[in-house]
């Protein structure tokens, strides 16, 4: 089964930047979308971005033009760009990925989580 482990959180002022990194690790048959979500405190988690295998990406319409998710499949890993960052992108950002496991099974997998704090 694979884990993912977020980094790259912190405490940065608005108009700031910020780069946030997920690393795979464990054993799948593949790993095909991946990507970042984010929850604010009292909200739902909410989609950021997503980039599949083959490197397409779909984007929130709150951080298009702000924010560039790329990933390493070599690494297994993800990686998000966040620049101008505003007081509203706080958050806990999770990465996600759509697993195939060895026997086939479709999982989802998430981190545990990287807090960001956007000062005004």
């Known amino acids: 089964q694979v884990h993912l482990v977020e980094s790259g959180g912190g405490l940065v002022q608005a108009g700031g930047s910020l780069r946030l990194s997920c690393a795979a690790s464990?054993?799948?048959?593949?790993?095909?979308?991946m990507g970042w979500y984010r929850q604010a405190p009292g909200r739902q988690r909410e989609l950021v971005a997503t980039?599949?295998?083959?490197?397409?990406?779909n984007y929130a319409d709150s951080v298009k033009g702000r924010f560039t998710i790329s990933r390493e499949n070599t690494k297994m890993s993800v990686y998000l760009q966040m620049n101008n960052l505003k007081p509203e992108d706080t958050a806990v950002y999770y990465c996600?990925?759509?697993?195939?496991?060895?026997?086939?099974?479709?999982?989802?997998?998430w981190g545990q989580g990287t807090l960001v704090t956007v000062s005004s």
């Open positions: 980039i599949s295998s083959d490197g397409s990406t």
């Open positions: 464990g054993i799948a048959f593949s790993i095909n979308d």
């Open positions: 996600n990925a759509d697993t195939i496991a060895m026997d086939s099974r479709l999982l989802e997998v």
